[in-house]
């Protein structure tokens, strides 16, 4: 397994930006399919984005298409996620997960290393 680690979650009005890091250690990380998921109060955890191993391919869910951009370095083993035009809706428990495999997906069932999460909190 991979281990990770977010950060860069916070407060901010609607309309700002926030650009979260998760760092990863103990697997080869440019082998690794990469995905930012999200979990709201009271709501299921829900697809973001997801990144390709050599960071070519990338997916967004159509609620953030547009607003958030994922990206990697592998030197660094750092996965990212900006946000921009955060919306209230947007308020939830952020979490990035790798796969054993480097292609990209929307599927949590097929990421096997999972982050502790970092909040987010959008005020209106």
């Known amino acids: 397994q991979v281990q990770l680690v977010e950060s860069g979650g916070g407060l901010v009005q609607a309309g700002g930006s926030l650009r979260l890091s998760c760092a990863a250690s103990?697997?080869?990380?440019?082998?690794?399919?990469m995905g930012w998921f999200r979990q709201a109060p009271g709501k299921e955890r829900e697809f973001v984005a997801t990144i390709s191993g050599s960071g070519g391919y990338s997916y967004y869910a159509d609620s953030v298409k547009g607003r958030f951009t994922i990206s990697r370095d592998n030197a660094k083993n750092m996965l990212y996620l900006r946000m921009n035009s955060l919306k209230p809706e947007d308020t939830a428990v952020y979490y990035c997960?790798?796969?054993?495999?480097?292609?990209?997906?929307?599927?949590?069932?097929?990421?096997?290393?999972w982050g502790q999460g970092t909040q987010v909190t959008v005020s209106s």
């Open positions: 997960a790798a796969r054993p495999a480097s292609g990209t997906h929307y599927s949590s069932a097929v990421y096997d290393s």
């Open positions: 103990g697997r080869t990380f440019n082998s690794l399919g």
